[in-house]
Nanobody, 126 residues
Framework: QVQLVESGGGLVQAGGSLRVSCANS????????MGWFRQAPGKEREFVAG????????VYEDSVKGRFTVSRDNRKNMLYLQMNSLKPEDTARYYC???????????????????WGQGTQVTVSS
C-alpha cells in the first residue's frame, strides 16, 4: 500500500523559513519523479516544485523560484521542500505527490499524479 506522509508545516512570520518533509512507503521511491503541490482556501491545487528520480533536475512554479528548494534522499525514501523568504501568499496546505508510473518526467498538473499525502499546513503571518 502506497503511503505519503507530510510533516513539518507550521506558523511562521513573513521572511522566515520552513522545511516540509514527505515520507514515502509502499513503492520504489527512487524510481520516479516526485512533486509538491499546495492549495489555499478557495483556490485550486497548484504545482509548486518537482524533482527527477536522481535528484539532479528540479522545476519550480515561477512565484517560488529562488526561494524554495526541492530535494530528496533516496536512501531514506524522503522528499523535502525547503522554503525560505516566505510570504503571506505562500499560506496553503502543502501536499507531496507521486505519479502512477516510474518515470523521470516531472508533471506539473495534479491529474498527472495518483498518490497523495494528507498534506501539511503552512501559515505565513504578515
Amino acid at each position: 500500500q502506497v503511503q505519503l506522509v507530510e510533516s513539518g508545516g507550521g506558523l511562521v512570520q513573513a521572511g522566515g523559513s520552513l522545511r516540509v518533509s514527505c515520507a514515502n512507503s509502499g513503492r520504489t521511491f527512487s524510481a520516479s519523479a516526485m512533486g509538491w503541490f499546495r492549495q489555499a482556501p478557495g483556490k485550486e491545487r497548484e504545482f509548486v516544485a518537482g524533482i527527477t528520480p536522481d535528484g539532479y533536475t528540479s522545476v519550480y512554479e515561477d512565484s517560488v523560484k529562488g526561494r524554495f528548494t526541492v530535494s530528496r534522499d533516496n536512501r531514506k525514501n524522503m522528499l523535502y521542500l525547503q522554503m525560505n523568504s516566505l510570504k503571506p501568499e505562500d499560506t496553503a496546505r502543502y501536499y507531496c505527490a507521486a505519479p502512477p508510473v516510474y518515470s523521470a518526467y516531472i508533471g506539473t498538473r495534479s491529474y498527472e499524479y495518483t498518490y497523495w499525502g494528507q498534506g501539511t499546513q503552512v501559515t505565513v503571518s504578515s
